[in-house]
């Protein structure tokens, strides 16, 4: 801005660019450009020279244009809360859920789908101690021993996670079912 005393936020550019016209707006029309458009073609070069250069033949313009982007900040943006949805987790209670069918994972995976809590409460578990002696806990739905049975036929996204909370062990190095468990 000390630079030069005739310059231009980057946004009044665009608008400028796009009345002064003889350039496609891709930007603002609802469908994607096809191949057959030639958008490339219907653009001269002196045009693309003086839109991206800022540099024009016509003598008028002898300084290129300065694009200052400090122009275009706003300090004064309110910054509010706002939510990442990226899953929905549900807890159903039979395979009803799956009337189309499971495309089912006959094996473990060999690396669990559950690498967080997914922010949800955690959940009761039991254990055995060494002496035999049952314990209650809570554990992120991530510690829990479980597995990937598959996914919802017509509903690809959608994965169904077996939970077994009683066969949680508090020495456990991974969410992932012992051979032996897995097998029955």
């Known amino acids: 801005m ?6 231009s936020g980057l946004k009044d550019y665009l ?22 458009d030639h958008l490339a073609r ?9 839109v991206y250069c800022g540099i024009s033949a016509e003598p008028s313009y002898a300084e290129p244009v300065h694009v ?8 004064d943006t309110v910054t509010e809360v706002t939510f990442d949805i990226d899953s929905i987790v549900g807890f159903a209670s039979s395979l009803a859920v799956a009337k189309q ?6 094996t473990q995976m060999a690396v669990s789908d559950l690498q967080s809590s997914l922010h949800l ?8 101690d060494p002496q035999g002696r049952s314990h209650r806990a809570l554990r992120a739905v991530h510690e829990i021993p479980h ?6 036929t017509g509903f ?5 996670i077996l939970l077994f909370p009683r066969l949680y062990r508090k020495e456990q190095q991974s969410s992932r079912l012992r051979d032996q468990d897995f097998q029955i």
């Open 2 to 7: 000390a630079a030069h005393t005739d310059y």
């Open 15 to 36: 608008e400028r660019v796009l009345t002064e016209g003889g350039f496609p707006d891709v930007l603002r029309v609802p469908i994607i450009a096809r191949r057959e």
């Open 42 to 50: 219907q653009v001269s070069s002196e045009r693309r020279q003086q």
């Open 68 to 75: 200052c982007l400090a122009t275009d900040h706003h300090s």
């Open 101 to 106: 069918g499971v495309r089912w994972n006959p």
């Open 121 to 128: 409460d955690p959940l009761p578990v039991q254990y055995l």
């Open 147 to 152: 597995y990937t049975f598959g996914r919802l």
């Open 156 to 160: 690809e996204d959608i994965s169904l």
